[in-house]
């Protein structure tokens, strides 16, 4: 199967899909967040975990705010918009 037809996983985060490369910049942006605006890795993938099982991840982005959940997640000052959240603010 080329790479056009190959389907949208939508239970993934964007560096799991194909077009990847589409979002180098998102994925810079969060590589280069100041140190006080990110929270440690671990925490990090903590995070995109509970992403990765919930019911409102679709296609890399939360259907409850809009966003791409993998920035969201790196940022200390946000939370997961779910009630209750699934995980909070560092």
């Keep these: ?3 056009s037809m190959q389907r949208v ?3 993934c985060l964007l560096r799991d899909m194909a077009e990847q490369a589409q979002y180098t910049n998102l994925f ?3 590589k280069n967040l100041p140190p006080d605006d990110k929270v440690p890795d671990d925490v990090y993938e903590e995070r995109l975990t509970f992403c ?3 019911d409102k991840l679709l296609s890399g982005t939360c ?3 809009g ?3 993998e920035l969201r997640a790196a940022m200390r000052v946000k939370s997961c918009p779910a ?3 699934r995980w909070g603010k560092v």
């Design 1 to 3: 199967m080329n790479d």
């Design 28 to 30: 810079s942006y969060v």
């Design 9 to 11: 996983c939508k239970k």
């Design 67 to 69: 966003c791409y959940v």
């Design 63 to 65: 259907i409850l705010c």
């Design 52 to 54: 990765r099982n919930c």
């Design 83 to 85: 009630v209750p959240a």
